[in-house]
């Protein structure tokens, strides 16, 4: 089945740093990619939506300025964190598919704390 | 916007039994996909199920199934001969359509304990 690769999958740093998340599908073409948080003990929430080649599209609330998505290609997809502060720390999930009509299949997350 | 409410924070079934986690969803959309997510400890997202809104059948994966009505706009999902293995969290999922932003909503989770 398709397999999308979500890297580093635990990152621990000094607060003010920024920090990459690189989500990438192995065997597709990822048209959109998505960009999920999850705090403990709760759901997924979407934080944005990116298409490959466009500007990422951000739910309200996202601070577009903290959370820098670049989609530059077909199979990589990538979230910076820029200067991370401890209510930063949460675990990122991303999320691929190659089209429409297609199922969306996850990485296996990121925990990332800010110390 | 779409919301998907799952009304039980917590379940508990006996190894071996049948539980039923209840998912609801508001749209005004017609078409439309939804989806049981488990996620174990270490957090991976492992589809269940999927239902497409267009198709009346409910689906059903081995020891898993679900009650699909749309006019109630309930999707209730079933897990038959309960094993340890299932005892995770569990998101119930929307999606909208390929012409509406076609994002995906998730629920709260129920988190489900099975009992040996």
């Known amino acids: 089945g398709a397999v999308v690769s979500q890297h580093p999958s635990r990152v621990i740093c000094k607060s003010g740093t920024s920090v990459k998340i690189e989500c990438r599908s192995l065997d597709f073409q990822a048209t959109t990619m998505f960009w999920y948080r999850q705090f403990p003990k709760k759901s997924l929430m979407l934080m944005a939506t990116s298409n490959e080649g466009s500007k990422a599209t951000y739910e309200q609330g996202v601070e577009k300025d903290k959370f820098l998505i670049n989609h530059a290609s077909l199979t990589l997809s990538t979230l910076t964190v820029t200067s991370a502060h401890p209510e930063d720390s949460s675990f990122y999930i991303c999320?691929?598919?190659?089209?429409?009509?297609?199922?969306?299949?996850f990485g296996d997350g990121t925990r990332l704390s800010i110390l | 916007a779409q919301t998907v409410t799952q009304s039980q924070p917590e379940m508990s079934v006996q190894e071996a039994e049948t539980v039923t986690l209840s998912c609801t969803y508001d749209t005004s959309e017609s078409d439309y996909y939804l989806f049981w997510y488990k996620q174990p400890p270490s957090r991976q997202m492992i589809l269940v199920i999927r239902q497409e809104a267009y198709k009346q059948q409910n689906a059903t994966e081995n020891r898993f199934s679900v009650n699909f009505q749309k006019a109630a706009k309930s999707f209730s999902l079933k897990i038959s001969d309960s094993q340890l293995g299932d005892a995770a969290m569990y998101f119930c999922?929307?999606?909208?359509?390929?012409?509406?932003?076609?994002?995906?909503?998730f629920g709260a989770g129920t988190r489900l304990t099975v009992k040996p």
């Open positions: 999922a929307y999606r909208s359509p390929p012409y509406n932003n076609n994002d995906m909503r």
């Open positions: 999320s691929a598919r190659a089209t429409a009509n297609q199922p969306q299949h």
